[in-house]
């Protein structure tokens, strides 16, 4: 269990603006991985080990990627108890991503909403953090690495951002995610559409098992999705991922709705909403995945775990694994064990 129990850290942390307690915390983290002073937050890893593409992953419960964008923390994210870690989103190039404010807490309702914007270092400066961890992957852990495409780049040229994320991250990847679904990069979503889509993925399919070929070592690919899809393009989507080889899909990214925040402090802010608020729409969206696609094909729930039930509510949706990330704001790194100890099969 944490040395500090995050009730008494939580007030002060929530006394800062959103993204300085983030930027704190993750600093935090980075200098202090690694050393004993990691006590201060680390917590018992359940085992409960699964396969699930291919890979071997000790429990059922990840961190969603977004928390750490810059792959600094993977170790010290880690020690929490996960059995994988999602990091980034990484574009080829660095960006500054909007401008402030653009994280807000609404914690009546125990949500976030941001307009981060793939705000990252780039490609380089991530890839040299993932190298420089260890003790994570070291224990079993699975680690994966998340891409999107700039700001900047036109989003017809999309693709071509996309190959370059994925042959920069392929030699460090356990799994590889497609970010599609963040609706703080303009005309983003768009890719989520039928022949978009099937274009997108044909080109990163090809190039993957490319490098699959050339390397000799399976690197999984997973597709983000929205949680604001119709049944039909939840449809449409499943048969592309089938038609294109893709290993799995992770539902869901932050929604643009905002009926379950009404009359809230910053509910109208422009960006993503996470948390509570999204838990029935991402669940939505996985039991429309599970039932489009072919038996034991693979899907990350992720949207609005709080709790332990939350996360089994996932399972029986239809996801394999479960990942967190708003949940773990609000409270702390107990969730991860309590989660992989509610989905623990004994």
Known sequence: MPLIPYALARPFLFGLDA??????TLNSIAKLQNTPAQALW???????????AGLRFPNRIGLAAGLDKNGRCIDGLGAMGFGFIEV???????????DKPRMFRLPEANALINRLGFNNEGLQSFVANVQRAHS??????????????????????AADDYLLGLEG???????????????????????????????LLSRLQERKLRLESQSGRKVPMFVKIAPDLEEDQVAVIAQTLKANGID???????????????GLAHANEAGGLSGAPVFEASNRVIRLLRAALPAGYPI???????????ARAKIDAGADLVQ???????KGPGLVTDCAKALARR
């Open 42 to 52: 680390c917590g018992e890893r359940i085992s409960d080990p699964v396969t699930i």
């Open 169 to 199: 991250v392929f030699p460090h990847a356990d799994y590889i995610t497609v970010n599609i679904s963040s609706p703080n990069t303009k005309n983003l979503r768009a890719l989520q559409s039928d022949e978009a889509l099937d274009a």
């Open 88 to 98: 980034g989103t990484v574009t080829p190039k660095g960006q500054p991503g909007n």
């Open 300 to 310: 990350i729930g992720v949207g609005g775990v709080l709790s332990g039930a939350d």
């Open 324 to 330: 967190v990330y708003t949940g773990l704001i609000y």
């Open 19 to 24: 993204e300085q307690a983030h930027e704190l």
């Open 136 to 157: 994570f992957r070291k224990a079993g852990g699975i680690l994966g690495l998340n891409i999107g495409k700039n700001a900047a780049t036109p989003i017809e040229n």
């Open 248 to 262: 799995g899909v992770i539902a869901t990214n932050t929604t643009i709705a905002r009926d379950k925040v009404q």
